[in-house]
């Protein structure tokens, strides 16, 4: 990972996230990653892309399970 750049005091081994009342504001140029509670994706991981589109991540189970029916 050395590609992967942190600020300073954000430790690189994990990051721990609080879950937003709102959605943070999009950026054309930017993705951003965020915690809100928990949908049908099963894993309260949210991504907004530059189009400003959101959606949540899906969990491990949920992709096996997903995997499984189609």
Known sequence: MS???VHEGIQANHLSLEDQSSEPAG???SNVIFSKPTASGGSGIWFKDGN???????SKSKAMA???VL
Do not use: M, R
């Open 3 to 5: 590609d992967f750049k």
């Open 66 to 68: 997903f995997g499984l």
């Open 27 to 29: 950026s054309s140029a």
């Open 52 to 58: 400003n589109a959101s959606d949540e991540l899906v």
